[in-house]
């Protein structure tokens, strides 16, 4: 059966016959069974909860034959169920005097396993004496398996077992010194190289040695090691004593030993990286990048740089590997420029698979290192050159950034963005990047030869056959851009760009449409048109999301660990924006002051987050980011201002409404970076994405992301079923060591019961935990439930509270009724208290058939052909909650064609608060902008003339995405 | 600790695998379809380790047999090296030259080997004739039990033929 397994056939229908061969008296059956169980299943089989019992009883039984081969299985496969129930017997196995070292080695390694796998269910208090017992043992096959234990133990905890200390240095020593071992545990003439690498790896769990005679000997050890180890013919025994070697290296390095030693290591690796043999080379780049946690052996490393160089050319892509992660960490403000240019010209020649890693890890040396921005410029024009499919949105947005917020350097980024349009193959990445340059700054090329906008736009225009639908829009919005800046206008180049704006206005693709359609009609509007193509705001200071995303792609090793420190040792300081505030006439405080006279009014579904958010700008007073809001909101004032005044006489109140949301927009820029508040001032931790733009998606579906920051996401998934919600929560730890302190609160309003269940203490590292939780609505309410999590990263304390998406809508069922359902019913219904009648203004002009799917997706549906009138909605739903049953709502909306922003709505119920909450639900919907967080350019919500830049307009992506 | 034995003919025939991690049986076969990719197609004087998803896998080639060891990245590569070796010299003290189809046949031999000298991913037995004495040990017992059904059986067969 083993054989066909091996095969690669499926063998499920001989599991059972095998788990029962273990309980079988004899042995050659017993030992297929056992065999076979332990290749097949994996320790989460249901069956072997079945051989549980058999298995103890072997464990426990005289016959050591049976022990051992019980011991084997449990060692491979045990799981949590067999660390419950046998920890205690294997255990005094392992102690007994009386069993045979066969036994012993097996249930030290048995143990072993159901400790690493479950260190709560195996009590080890008071294991340190034994294991100091253990260590004296003689025979060196269960000295060997004891010190794996130990290992383990001592990875766990080595503060319990400074005891085993003093006895590990004496058996190093024993073994260095190759006194008295038994020539069958010799290798090659080493005495066991095994238990000499598991000896000096415990040995690196212990912070420091205090005892100074045994940290001597200790360092005799290995200043014997470092020197002894030849290069011999034999490969075996190469390997052997080099992987001794490596293992004294890294202890070595561990312990912070004296100067003197530490070169003597770099001179060795210096030595082994240069070696014909790959895996030495190989390992001596690997440690080289290990050792550059000790910060002072960078200088004696860049003596080698010439020769890692060369390996970053080695045709192994594992040596390449190694190679690029050691300059990447060897990389500093002196060395970065030769670096970068090896970097850039190894991608020519390098692996495919290599490329991508390769291209960003020199864009983020570039921008760490930079001596001056224009060098980084050319650097990752460079590089989207030479890799440009492999290299991520993420290089050139932030490459834009910086131009954008450096104004020394927009010139002298046209120039060089011309210069590669011009070259005749371009990636279109390239495209894309050169395109937006020019765009927004060709206007300062304007006087130098072959730089006219005519010119320019030619370069740019030529390239639009080859490029994808993505990359269309950016061209349109260069023209735009080109467009406006051309002054005095030139009638030629205007009539071009109009036939491509027209050309494009029928295109399939509705974002190219849209922005043909609003380019050709704004740039007809002359004059007005400054304000709407002005240069883009600048930037916000943002971490670069690349180093984020190497710090991703990297594995959760200890040499990446301390990567990442020196990473955030290092902050990007080489790259200062120059101008990043400029002054403005408004004091901060005043500007929050006339925030929160004139939120109030409409934000109520949003209030809780704002208000905290006040509550930060407000005690921060005049925080960086405050200041940065008038000019990110300026030209959507400067946009606003006048179409507002051209709108209809009536609409001051709309006028007010707009002024609202463009100063609300102020916050919302900041809101992708703001502070989660609770504390403010010591919690740094920034939520990624909006985290009201996530309720609100979540409100419309039932999985998402609820919040995410840089160490945890927060995911949702629901399920409905009338007035009964399953909620699973997912708390995932992206992060390479265990967030602690976790805890849950639900704070739950008065109609919802919700039942979380326990949630753990721990997430471990780059895990994900489920939580689920119940629902159920007790009545129709809008409140919305919070959740209060907090938890422990290093020595921040977060706290989040978060909307819990089990809004009202959640508890509909959509209902289409036909017209003889549905006039009697809402005849029944009259009047209030059960059916409610209101006008509602200020609405967000949408599209009957857009207002239609809005209600569709909030799972009221709509009823067409009721109502005589096309310009009106009838809708109807069912409402679960357990007081309540099942409700039939009625809804029907009259809309206005000549003025979008008003309605009427009428509402019916054959309960009171139903239909008032319900009413209200509706109308929350249709006036607030869930959508308006996601741009610093939001659509205005009632300014009818206002043209509607897209949300995904260039800079907004852009805002959004560095 | 290791994760998991591979054993791949360079034909790509999975030969013998141990997993001492837990991985379902739908990991288990992607894991072998990709290590096998990747291992198979590299060339012959490159370094015997291969970064691979997080992990380490170190691997040696033996005639037509390819022996794989996956690590934690901080895992002593040379000593997992060595380990290979130290199972291939115990195959071959135990089958006297080993070829792969020894091991074809004695599959299950390759297994006890690999128990005795590996256990939850750590090494158990540096000696080699501790090793091949308890394997040993084993098909002596083996042998035992197999003459004591074997003479019932024969005495069957003489009471049928009766």
């Given at each position: 059966m083993l054989y066909i397994y091996m095969l690669g056939y499926d063998v499920d229908f001989g599991h059972m016959e095998a788990v029962s061969l273990i309980s079988a008296p004899k042995y050659p059956e017993k030992q297929v069974g056992y065999i076979v169980t332990s290749c097949l299943l994996n320790e989460n089989h249901d069956f072997l909860r079945l051989a549980i019992n058999t298995v103890r009883n072997d464990i426990i039984g005289r016959n050591e034959t049976f022990q051992c081969l019980a011991l084997t299985l449990v060692g491979n496969i045990g799981g949590r169920e067999f660390a419950e129930s046998l920890a205690p017997d294997v255990q005094k196995l392992l102690l007994s005097s009386s069993c045979r070292p066969l036994v012993r080695k097996k249930s030290a390694l048995c143990l072993l396993r159901l400790f690493r796998k479950n260190p709560d269910v195996v009590n080890v208090d008071g294991w340190a004496d034994r294991m100091t017992q253990l260590l004296d043992e003689r025979d060196l096959g269960v000295l060997t398996s004891s010190m794996s234990l130990l290992v383990a133990l001592v990875s766990n905890n080595h503060e319990a077992y400074w005891t085993c200390l003093p006895k590990c240095v004496k058996i190093l020593e024993r073994l260095a010194r190759s006194q008295d071992v038994p020539q069958e545990y010799t290798y090659y003439g080493i005495p066991s190289p095994w238990l000499q690498v598991k000896t000096m790896r415990a040995l690196q769990y212990f912070p420091t040695i205090e005892d100074p005679n045994t940290r001597r000997t200790l360092f005799e050890v290995l200043q014997r090691i470092l020197m002894g180890t030849d290069v011999v013919k034999n490969v075996n025994k190469n390997n052997a004593s080099h992987a001794v070697l490596f293992e004294a290296l890294a202890l070595v390095m561990h312990l912070d030993a004296e100067k003197e030693m530490m070169s003597q290591c770099v001179a060795l690796l210096g030595k082994f990286i240069a070696v014909r043999e790959p895996n030495i080379r190989y390992l001596g780049l690997e440690n080289m990048t290990r050792m550059l946690i000790v910060a002072d052996v960078q200088e004696s490393l860049k003596r080698h740089q010439a020769q890692i160089i060369t390996s970053l050319k080695d045709p192994d892509i594992s040596i390449c590997r190694r190679a690029l992660d050691l300059l990447y960490g060897m990389c500093d403000i002196t060395n970065a420029k030769d670096i970068v240019e090896e970097l850039l010209q190894y991608l020519n020649s390098a692996d495919f698979t290599m490329r991508e890693e390769l291209s960003l890890k020199a864009a983020i040396l570039a921008e760490k290192f930079a001596p001056d921005l224009s060098w980084y410029v050319d650097v990752i024009l460079q590089l989207i050159e030479k890799a440009g499919d492999f290299i991520s949105d993420d290089i050139w947005f932030r490459v834009v950034q910086f131009v954008t917020n450096n104004d020394d350097l927009q010139p002298y980024a046209a120039a060089k963005a011309k210069e590669y349009l011009d070259k005749p193959a371009v990636d279109e990445k390239m495209v894309k990047v050169c395109a937006y340059i020019l765009g927004e700054y060709s206007h300062l090329l304007a006087r130098r030869p072959g730089c006219s906008p005519k010119e320019i736009f030619c370069v740019i225009h030529e390239k639009l056959p080859s490029v994808s639908t993505t990359t269309i829009p950016l061209l349109l919005s260069a023209y735009a851009k080109i467009l406006m800046h051309t002054q005095p206008p030139d009638q030629v180049l205007q009539n071009q760009i109009w036939a491509i704006f027209t050309k494009y206005e029928s295109c399939i693709?509705?974002?190219?449409?849209?922005?043909?359609?609003?380019?050709?009609?704004?740039?007809?509007?002359?004059?007005?048109?400054?304000?709407?193509?002005?240069?883009?705001?600048?930037?916000?200071?943002?971490?670069?999301?690349?180093?984020?995303?190497?710090?991703?792609?990297?594995?959760?090793?200890?040499?990446?660990?301390?990567?990442?420190?020196?990473?955030?040792?290092?902050?990007?300081?080489?790259?200062?924006?120059?101008?990043?505030?400029?002054?403005?006439?408004?004091?901060?405080?005043?500007?929050?002051?006339?925030?929160?006279?004139?939120?109030?009014?409409?934000?109520?579904?949003?209030?809780?987050?704002?208000?905290?958010?006040?509550?930060?700008?407000?005690?921060?007073?005049?925080?960086?980011?405050?200041?940065?809001?008038?000019?990110?909101?300026?030209?959507?004032?400067?946009?606003?201002?006048?179409?507002?005044?051209?709108?209809?006489?009536?609409?001051?109140?709309?006028?007010?409404?707009?002024?609202?949301?463009?100063?609300?927009s102020g916050p919302d820029v900041v809101d992708g970076s703001a502070i989660v508040p609770v504390e403010v001032g010591t919690n740094t931790i920034q939520p990624i994405g909006n985290i009201a733009v996530r309720f609100h998606a979540l409100c419309l579906k039932d999985s998402g992301v609820l919040y995410e920051d840089p160490y945890i996401q927060i995911g949702i998934k629901a399920e409905w079923r009338a007035h009964q919600g399953r909620l699973v929560l997912f708390l995932g730890n992206k992060n390479t060591s265990p967030l602690v302190s976790v805890q849950t609160l639900i704070l739950p309003p008065a109609h919802l019961k919700m039942e979380l269940s326990l949630v753990p203490d721990t997430i471990p590292p780059r895990a994900q935990v489920q939580c689920p939780l119940e629902v159920v609505n007790l009545r129709p309410s809008r409140d919305v439930a919070v959740l209060d999590f907090s938890y422990k990263f290093g020595t921040h304390m977060v706290n989040i509270k978060l909307r819990l998406p089990a809004v009202l809508n959640k508890f509909l069922q959509p209902l289409p009724v036909s017209a003889e359902e549905f006039f009697p019913q809402w005849r029944s219904l009259s009047g209030p208290p059960l059916k409610l009648q209101e006008v509602v203004r200020g609405v967000r002009p949408m599209a009957l058939p857009e207002m239609s799917n809005l209600l569709h997706s909030y799972r009221i549906a709509i009823s067409p052909g009721l109502d005589p009138n096309p310009n009106n909605l009838v809708a109807s739903t069912t409402f679960y909650s357990e007081n309540t049953r099942a409700i039939v709502c009625l809804v029907r909306i009259e809309t206005d064609p000549a003025d979008r922003t008003q309605l009427r709505m009428t509402l019916a119920s054959g309960d009171p608060t139903l239909t008032f909450e319900l009413k209200e639900f509706i109308k929350e919907q249709l006036v607030s902008i869930p959508t308006v967080a996601q741009a610093p350019t939001p659509a205005p919500p009632a300014a009818p003339l206002t043209p509607q830049i897209p949300p995904n307009d260039p800079a907004a992506l852009l805002a959004d995405l560095l | 600790m290791i994760h998991f034995v591979l054993l791949i003919s360079r034909q790509g025939k999975v030969r013998l695998t141990k997993w001492y991690s837990t991985y379902s049986k739908k990991e288990r076969s992607k894991v072998l379809r990709e290590l096998s990719g990747v291992i198979l197609t590299r060339g012959p004087r490159l370094c015997n380790f291969v970064e691979w998803r997080g992990l380490k896998v170190v691997y040696k080639r033996y005639a037509s047999l390819y022996f794989c060891m996956c690590i934690d990245p901080d895992g002593n590569e040379l000593e997992i090296l060595e380990i290979i070796h130290h199972y291939v010299e115990v195959l071959d003290r135990y089958f006297g030259s080993v070829c792969e189809l020894d091991l074809i046949y004695n599959f299950h031999k390759a297994y006890y080997i690999l128990d005795e000298i590996l256990i939850s991913g750590e090494l158990q037995e540096s000696s080699k004739r501790t090793v091949v004495r308890s394997v040993a040990a084993q098909d002596s017992l083996v042998e035992a039990a197999k003459e004591q059904t074997g003479s019932t059986i024969s005495n069957i067969i003489a009471h049928a033929a009766k």
């Amino acid at each position: 059966m083993l054989y066909i397994y091996m095969l690669g056939y499926d063998v499920d229908f001989g599991h059972m016959e095998a788990v029962s061969l273990i309980s079988a008296p004899k042995y050659p059956e017993k030992q297929v069974g056992y065999i076979v169980t332990s290749c097949l299943l994996n320790e989460n089989h249901d069956f072997l909860r079945l051989a549980i019992n058999t298995v103890r009883n072997d464990i426990i039984g005289r016959n050591e034959t049976f022990q051992c081969l019980a011991l084997t299985l449990v060692g491979n496969i045990g799981g949590r169920e067999f660390a419950e129930s046998l920890a205690p017997d294997v255990q005094k196995l392992l102690l007994s005097s009386s069993c045979r070292p066969l036994v012993r080695k097996k249930s030290a390694l048995c143990l072993l396993r159901l400790f690493r796998k479950n260190p709560d269910v195996v009590n080890v208090d008071g294991w340190a004496d034994r294991m100091t017992q253990l260590l004296d043992e003689r025979d060196l096959g269960v000295l060997t398996s004891s010190m794996s234990l130990l290992v383990a133990l001592v990875s766990n905890n080595h503060e319990a077992y400074w005891t085993c200390l003093p006895k590990c240095v004496k058996i190093l020593e024993r073994l260095a010194r190759s006194q008295d071992v038994p020539q069958e545990y010799t290798y090659y003439g080493i005495p066991s190289p095994w238990l000499q690498v598991k000896t000096m790896r415990a040995l690196q769990y212990f912070p420091t040695i205090e005892d100074p005679n045994t940290r001597r000997t200790l360092f005799e050890v290995l200043q014997r090691i470092l020197m002894g180890t030849d290069v011999v013919k034999n490969v075996n025994k190469n390997n052997a004593s080099h992987a001794v070697l490596f293992e004294a290296l890294a202890l070595v390095m561990h312990l912070d030993a004296e100067k003197e030693m530490m070169s003597q290591c770099v001179a060795l690796l210096g030595k082994f990286i240069a070696v014909r043999e790959p895996n030495i080379r190989y390992l001596g780049l690997e440690n080289m990048t290990r050792m550059l946690i000790v910060a002072d052996v960078q200088e004696s490393l860049k003596r080698h740089q010439a020769q890692i160089i060369t390996s970053l050319k080695d045709p192994d892509i594992s040596i390449c590997r190694r190679a690029l992660d050691l300059l990447y960490g060897m990389c500093d403000i002196t060395n970065a420029k030769d670096i970068v240019e090896e970097l850039l010209q190894y991608l020519n020649s390098a692996d495919f698979t290599m490329r991508e890693e390769l291209s960003l890890k020199a864009a983020i040396l570039a921008e760490k290192f930079a001596p001056d921005l224009s060098w980084y410029v050319d650097v990752i024009l460079q590089l989207i050159e030479k890799a440009g499919d492999f290299i991520s949105d993420d290089i050139w947005f932030r490459v834009v950034q910086f131009v954008t917020n450096n104004d020394d350097l927009q010139p002298y980024a046209a120039a060089k963005a011309k210069e590669y349009l011009d070259k005749p193959a371009v990636d279109e990445k390239m495209v894309k990047v050169c395109a937006y340059i020019l765009g927004e700054y060709s206007h300062l090329l304007a006087r130098r030869p072959g730089c006219s906008p005519k010119e320019i736009f030619c370069v740019i225009h030529e390239k639009l056959p080859s490029v994808s639908t993505t990359t269309i829009p950016l061209l349109l919005s260069a023209y735009a851009k080109i467009l406006m800046h051309t002054q005095p206008p030139d009638q030629v180049l205007q009539n071009q760009i109009w036939a491509i704006f027209t050309k494009y206005e029928s295109c399939i693709d509705a974002e190219i449409q849209q922005r043909a359609v609003e380019y050709f009609a704004l740039s007809r509007k002359g004059a007005a048109l400054m304000d709407i193509f002005a240069e883009m705001p600048k930037f916000p200071e943002r971490q670069s999301s690349l180093i984020k995303k190497a710090e991703d792609a990297e594995g959760d090793t200890a040499e990446q660990s301390a990567l990442k420190l020196r990473a955030q040792q290092q902050p990007s300081n080489a790259l200062v924006v120059t101008d990043q505030r400029p002054s403005n006439g408004e004091p901060p405080p005043v500007f929050v002051g006339q925030l929160s006279v004139v939120k109030a009014p409409n934000m109520n579904n949003t209030e809780d987050h704002y208000s905290t958010e006040l509550v930060l700008s407000q005690e921060n007073g005049n925080l960086s980011q405050v200041d940065q809001q008038p000019p990110s909101a300026d030209p959507l004032s400067d946009l606003l201002g006048p179409l507002a005044i051209e709108g209809p006489p009536g609409a001051t109140v709309q006028y007010e409404n707009s002024t609202v949301s463009g100063l609300e927009s102020g916050p919302d820029v900041v809101d992708g970076s703001a502070i989660v508040p609770v504390e403010v001032g010591t919690n740094t931790i920034q939520p990624i994405g909006n985290i009201a733009v996530r309720f609100h998606a979540l409100c419309l579906k039932d999985s998402g992301v609820l919040y995410e920051d840089p160490y945890i996401q927060i995911g949702i998934k629901a399920e409905w079923r009338a007035h009964q919600g399953r909620l699973v929560l997912f708390l995932g730890n992206k992060n390479t060591s265990p967030l602690v302190s976790v805890q849950t609160l639900i704070l739950p309003p008065a109609h919802l019961k919700m039942e979380l269940s326990l949630v753990p203490d721990t997430i471990p590292p780059r895990a994900q935990v489920q939580c689920p939780l119940e629902v159920v609505n007790l009545r129709p309410s809008r409140d919305v439930a919070v959740l209060d999590f907090s938890y422990k990263f290093g020595t921040h304390m977060v706290n989040i509270k978060l909307r819990l998406p089990a809004v009202l809508n959640k508890f509909l069922q959509p209902l289409p009724v036909s017209a003889e359902e549905f006039f009697p019913q809402w005849r029944s219904l009259s009047g209030p208290p059960l059916k409610l009648q209101e006008v509602v203004r200020g609405v967000r002009p949408m599209a009957l058939p857009e207002m239609s799917n809005l209600l569709h997706s909030y799972r009221i549906a709509i009823s067409p052909g009721l109502d005589p009138n096309p310009n009106n909605l009838v809708a109807s739903t069912t409402f679960y909650s357990e007081n309540t049953r099942a409700i039939v709502c009625l809804v029907r909306i009259e809309t206005d064609p000549a003025d979008r922003t008003q309605l009427r709505m009428t509402l019916a119920s054959g309960d009171p608060t139903l239909t008032f909450e319900l009413k209200e639900f509706i109308k929350e919907q249709l006036v607030s902008i869930p959508t308006v967080a996601q741009a610093p350019t939001p659509a205005p919500p009632a300014a009818p003339l206002t043209p509607q830049i897209p949300p995904n307009d260039p800079a907004a992506l852009l805002a959004d995405l560095l | 600790m290791i994760h998991f034995v591979l054993l791949i003919s360079r034909q790509g025939k999975v030969r013998l695998t141990k997993w001492y991690s837990t991985y379902s049986k739908k990991e288990r076969s992607k894991v072998l379809r990709e290590l096998s990719g990747v291992i198979l197609t590299r060339g012959p004087r490159l370094c015997n380790f291969v970064e691979w998803r997080g992990l380490k896998v170190v691997y040696k080639r033996y005639a037509s047999l390819y022996f794989c060891m996956c690590i934690d990245p901080d895992g002593n590569e040379l000593e997992i090296l060595e380990i290979i070796h130290h199972y291939v010299e115990v195959l071959d003290r135990y089958f006297g030259s080993v070829c792969e189809l020894d091991l074809i046949y004695n599959f299950h031999k390759a297994y006890y080997i690999l128990d005795e000298i590996l256990i939850s991913g750590e090494l158990q037995e540096s000696s080699k004739r501790t090793v091949v004495r308890s394997v040993a040990a084993q098909d002596s017992l083996v042998e035992a039990a197999k003459e004591q059904t074997g003479s019932t059986i024969s005495n069957i067969i003489a009471h049928a033929a009766k």
